[in-house]
């Protein structure tokens, strides 16, 4: 005696019987030497499949449960989800269909994707017929096979309120990637050899509950931490990673070794495969309590970043820009059968010398670190580097959709302007107070001051005409920024050096 009703059985057989006629179309397709169009084919047999599944399963579920079943019908890679793990509750799967299962539905629909659609531009070029190779399409068979032959009367299937529920917050579960990390691991597949499909994933459960709560508990007690004094407070807790990107140097080992060496509490790591980029490992001290440990990470982020750009003289920033030439993803002229790139030239980047962050630089990186204003300085004293650090954001966000060439030049502009006036003692009092007494005190014919003088006093006017200040004049602004700090910063460390030596 079938639990479900007549419309409901008539509509789950309707799916299984297309999933037949789709799996037999695809072995015709197979025999035919058309792979990609077997593999799509079979893999939609199981997507109707799943959605049998869920048919059922909704026919038992609350009323207040059709939203949730509708976003599973309309997600090809939930109803081949459902497909495989729908009827975990009737059978006791192996350990080789364990590792089977493991993470199937993601996977099987990337490959129907390959092997339905040619890549604009792909590389290397693969043509779909060619992504579904013979031992790809040969276990989705035998698993869609295997699938339309266990449960060919679909009677004695039901589920209780809790089955549903349960299967529900699995469905969920697998969505969060921390989550599913723990779900197909060996360990909790083991668990499900021992103990059987229903209880694992009530064991799945009861497991990521327990270290959802031993989670809170834990920041719970972090935000009820007082303040660590003495020694104790100095020991390293947290340990926050960022992922930095340079435009205009290329990132070593060596180099960074040997800022390991002579840095605690900052290590840099080259990243493999990639010349550009550099991970920095900046650790926090116990005594920073987790309320603070944002604001103060990010505070020594930038002072990071603040402290390459400076010393290098280069361009880094937090991630690659994008778009610097072309807003499209591929341009194809159908009539001559050809792709091509047509952009804008030159592209929104400069042209930086082939330099390299050596060990020279980056002992200029933390002496401009140590001098610069820290995290916990009041915030007037960083006036200058927060205009500097909005100049280089302005730079890093131009592209072809936005250009802040006159922004970024206007931000530099204001950083040396705070520097002159904020670092008199540290620049000496005969230092140029301010910008125009800096160029006047340039030969006439100096190329900065034959330039810039004119275009700071049309910034300042307001009467600057389109395309008179380029990526060039906010490189030449930067430069003269990046000197203003060098040298500022420098006499700084030489006062607290004489000034240390003196006690």
């Known amino acids: 005696m079938t639990p479900f009703k007549p419309e409901v059985l008539q509509a789950m057989k309707a799916c299984r019987s297309h999933a037949q006629d789709l799996f037999e179309g695809a072995k015709l397709l197979r025999d035919k030497s058309f792979p990609n169009i077997a593999y799509h084919l079979a893999t939609v047999a199981l997507e109707e499949l799943g959605k049998a599944q869920l048919i059922g399963m909704k026919s038992f579920a609350k009323d207040d449960a059709d939203s949730w079943y509708r976003k599973q019908f309309d997600d090809h890679i939930k109803k081949l989800f459902w497909a495989i793990w729908g009827d975990v509750f009737g059978k006791r799967p192996d350990a080789k269909e364990l590792d089977q299962l493991r993470g199937m539905a993601t996977i099987i629909h990337s490959n129907r994707l390959r092997g339905l659609y040619v890549e604009t531009s792909p590389e290397p070029f693969v043509a779909p017929k060619d992504a579904i190779t013979d031992d790809v399409l040969a276990p989705l068979m035998a698993f869609v096979e295997a699938k339309l032959a266990l449960h060919p009367s679909l009677e004695g299937v039901e589920y209780k309120q809790d089955d549903l529920d349960l299967l529900s917050w699995f469905s969920g579960a697998t969505d969060d990637p921390e989550q599913r990390k723990f779900i ?6 083991d668990k499900m050899a021992s103990v059987g499909p229903k209880q694992w994933l009530s064991w799945v459960r009861e497991e990521l509950q327990k270290s959802a709560a031993e989670a809170a508990a834990a920041l719970q007690k972090e935000m009820s931490r007082s303040f660590v004094e003495g020694e104790g407070g100095l ?8 992922r930095l990107y340079s435009q205009s140097h290329s990132i070593r080992p060596k180099p960074l070794n040997k800022w390991n060496e002579k840095v605690t509490w900052i290590k840099l790591y080259p990243i493999n495969g990639t010349k550009n980029h550099l991970d920095a490992i900046i650790k926090i001290p116990k005594f920073i309590p987790i309320q603070s440990v944002y604001q103060i990470g990010l505070g020594y982020s930038n002072c990071l970043l603040a402290s390459l750009n400076i010393a290098s003289g ?62 916990y300085d009041p915030p007037t004293d960083s006036e200058a580097l927060n205009h500097y650090m909005t100049g280089i954001t302005f730079l890093a ?25 904020m ?19 340039l030969p006439a014919e100096d190329p900065f001051r034959a330039k810039h003088s004119g275009l700071i006093s049309r910034y300042e006017a307001r009467t600057l005409t389109p395309g008179a200040i380029t990526l060039s004049e906010v490189a030449e602004m930067k430069r003269l920024c990046d000197g203003l ?11 607290r050096a004489k000034a240390e030596g003196a006690e």
């Open 184 to 189: 197909f691991s060996q360990q909790s597949f």
């Open 235 to 242: 020991v390293g807790k947290w340990e926050l990673k960022i």
């Open 314 to 375: 280069g361009f880094f920033w937090w991630h690659e820009p994008k778009n610097l030439s072309q807003f499209y993803e591929s341009l194809v002229d159908t009539e001559n059968k050809m792709t091509g790139k047509i952009g804008r030239s030159p592209e929104l980047k400069l042209g930086w010398p082939a330099a390299v962050l050596d060990e020279a630089l980056l002992d200029q990186v933390i002496a401009v670190f140590a001098a610069m204003p820290q995290p």
């Open 397 to 421: 966000k131009t592209d072809i959709f936005f250009q802040f060439e006159v922004q970024s030049y206007g931000a530099f502009l204001a950083a040396a302007q705070a520097a002159l006036r």
């Open 423 to 441: 670092y008199r003692g540290d620049l000496a009092p005969d230092f140029p107070a301010d910008i125009a007494a800096l160029l006047a005190s």
């Open 485 to 495: 700090f060098m040298h500022a910063f420098g006499k700084r460390l030489q006062n």
